[in-house]
């Protein structure tokens, strides 16, 4: 089977793909939805690890990556950044519920934390 996304599938020719949630951090429960995606379906069911670009509610854009096949299934690893408001959040790593298609998007529902 193919890979999901070839290199350079980024909606802007980059590997990296956005990620727009819907809060201004992560937290068990939120979502967040990645766009640019060449087939979306077949990410969510068979995901392979992608560079994001996670645009918060406030604005604030930071780094991610979504890995696979770790012990804990996928994860979401996010740096620590500082909301508009100033308010630093710590780097962390957040397993990942599930993957969903949602039209011509995958979401990313977030479980928890990652025990160090």
Same mark, same amino acid.
């Given at each position: 089977?193919?890979?999901?996304?070839?290199a350079g599938a980024g909606?802007?020719?980059?590997d990296?793909f956005p990620?727009?949630c819907?809060?201004t951090?992560?937290?068990?429960g939120?979502?967040?939805r990645?766009q640019g995606l060449?087939? %979306?379906?077949?990410?969510? $069911?068979?995901?392979s690890?992608? #560079?994001?670009?996670?645009?918060f509610s406030d604005g604030? =854009?930071? !780094?991610?990556?979504?890995?696979?096949?770790?012990?804990a299934?996928a994860v979401l690893?996010? %740096?620590?950044?500082?909301? $508009?408001?100033?308010?630093s959040? #710590?780097?962390?790593?957040?397993?990942?519920?599930e993957? =969903?298609? !949602?039209?011509d998007?995958?979401?990313i529902?977030?479980?928890?934390l990652?025990s160090?």
């Amino acid at each position: 089977m193919p890979e999901a996304e070839p290199a350079g599938a980024g909606a802007d020719g980059t590997d990296t793909f956005p990620a727009v949630c819907a809060h201004t951090h992560l937290f068990p429960g939120a979502r967040c939805r990645v766009q640019g995606l060449s087939d %979306p379906g077949a990410f969510a $069911a068979d995901p392979s690890p992608l #560079d994001v670009d996670l645009r918060f509610s406030d604005g604030v =854009l930071t !780094a991610a990556q979504l890995r696979t096949g770790t012990p804990a299934g996928a994860v979401l690893v996010v %740096p620590a950044y500082t909301t $508009a408001a100033g308010t630093s959040v #710590d780097g962390r790593t957040w397993r990942v519920r599930e993957l =969903l298609r !949602a039209g011509d998007e995958v979401e990313i529902a977030v479980a928890g934390l990652l025990s160090p």
